[in-house]
């Protein structure tokens, strides 16, 4: 009697969870990212797509810009570097799939969680920002 209740309830925690998170995504840009993004995490509703510039500002420090995709939220020391490039500035619009996962635009295979703008130093080294 009292397994059943246990599994009762969450059966169905686990049910609500799943159905919550089938409608709406989380906001994907990491906090940190100064550059702008066109819906802020304030503005963010559920699924809607978000354009995000990430912008060279200091070309003598950094070399390269690009936008970073994370898998998970609290390890950011496991990154993919998309869109790399020299020029000054890069946008991208990320698209939120029925997954609840992210992916860029132009590349609708790779998901993630969250974004954030790259940069490259002199050295080779990637800080994101
Ligand atoms: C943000 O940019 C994306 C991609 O261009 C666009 O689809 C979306 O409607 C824009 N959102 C707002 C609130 O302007």
């Known amino acids: 009697m009292i397994l059943t209740t246990i599994l009762v309830v969450v059966g169905f925690c686990f049910g609500g969870v799943v159905a919550d998170s089938d409608r709406c995504c989380h906001y994907p840009i990491s906090t940190t990212t100064i550059n702008s993004a066109n819906v802020t995490s304030m503005n963010f509703k559920c699924v809607e797509p978000i354009s995000l510039k990430c912008q060279n500002v ?7 810009i690009g936008i970073a995709g994370f898998k998970d939220r609290s390890d950011t ?8 490039s020299e020029e ?3 946008e991208k619009t990320m698209i939120c799939s029925p997954s609840t996962m992210w992916h860029l635009e132009e590349k609708p295979e790779d998901e993630y969680l969250s974004f954030s703008c790259a940069y490259m130093l002199q050295d080779g080294t990637w800080f994101f920002q």
């Open 77 to 84: 020391s496991k990154y993919t570097i998309l869109s790399v």
């Open 58 to 64: 200091n070309s003598g420090v950094v070399k390269k």
């Open 88 to 90: 000054e500035l890069v």
